[in-house]
Nanobody, 127 residues
């Protein structure tokens, strides 16, 4: 089992940047494919980005590709999401998630495939 704790959210102006972190408990962090999702008020949770167990493969939603960057440091049990060129429509609660069953190089974009979730961190982008 793994516990996930997100941090790094906040209020930023449009065009600004943030870096989200997700710290995982346990000694087997490298055995989890990781993902970031977000949920705006009144909307369903949506996929943002995913990274494979080793970090060698990444994947992004079209709405954030070129602006967001996912990375992980398995030695620190942490996955990151760098948010650049933020837009008001990026405002949401951002969640990290862990998938224990993904194949080694696979990235997972389906919310239903993730086993564990963090509590979320709020990102608010003002215009």
């Amino acid at each position: 089992q793994v516990q996930l704790v997100e941090s790094g959210g906040g209020l930023v102006q449009a065009g600004g940047s943030l870096r989200l972190s997700c710290a995982a408990s346990g000694r087997t962090f490298s055995s989890y494919a990781m993902g970031w999702f977000r949920q705006a008020p009144g909307k369903e949770r949506e996929f943002v980005s995913a990274i494979s167990k080793s970090g060698g493969t990444t994947y992004y939603a079209g709405s954030v590709k070129g602006r967001f960057t996912i990375s992980r440091d398995n030695a620190k049990n942490t996955v990151y999401l760098r948010l650049n060129s933020l837009k008001p429509e990026d405002t949401a609660v951002y969640y990290c998630a862990a998938d224990s069953r993904a194949a080694a190089s696979r990235v997972v974009s389906n919310v239903g495939e993730y086993d564990y979730w963090g509590q979320g961190t709020q990102v608010t982008v003002s215009s």
